[in-house]
């Protein structure tokens, strides 16, 4: 069974720094840049996430929550290392890490056992 594409829209300041950030969150290059736009398309973790600048980003109060299930807990290593690499902050739980994009939109990246590739969940 294929997993449903989800879309993603992220309000940041500065859309390359951003997409640096998610270059290491997802291991995956940005698909384009148009503009004030970048857009990652993915088909492990079934997502297109679109960074669109916009000058007050930093200023919205975050209430939502991403987590990026992974099926291989070496993934979770995988990604911790590359975040710490673009100085990504992080916090260790027992089942993953918790990080900010450079906008202050909280992700998780967690272990989930029987999961198959990647996905992404919102909280």
């Not at 992974?70 to 916090?91: D, F, W, Y």
Request: overall charge positive.
């Amino acid at each position: 069974m294929k997993l449903a594409t989800l879309l993603i829209e992220l309000r940041v300041e500065c859309a390359d720094e951003s997409a640096a950030f998610y270059e290491a969150l997802l291991g995956a290059s940005r698909t384009r840049r148009d503009g004030r736009q970048v857009v990652f398309e993915l088909e492990s973790p079934p997502i297109v996430l679109t960074l669109t600048e916009s000058p007050s980003a930093g200023l919205r109060k975050r209430t939502v929550q991403y987590v990026l299930l992974v099926s291989e807990p070496e993934q979770i290593g995988a990604a911790a290392v590359a975040l710490r690499r673009r100085r990504a902050t992080l916090r260790l739980h027992d089942e993953g890490i918790e990080t900010q994009d450079p906008d202050g939109h909280p992700w998780r990246v967690r272990f989930a056992p029987g999961t198959k590739g990647r996905t992404v969940m919102v909280q």
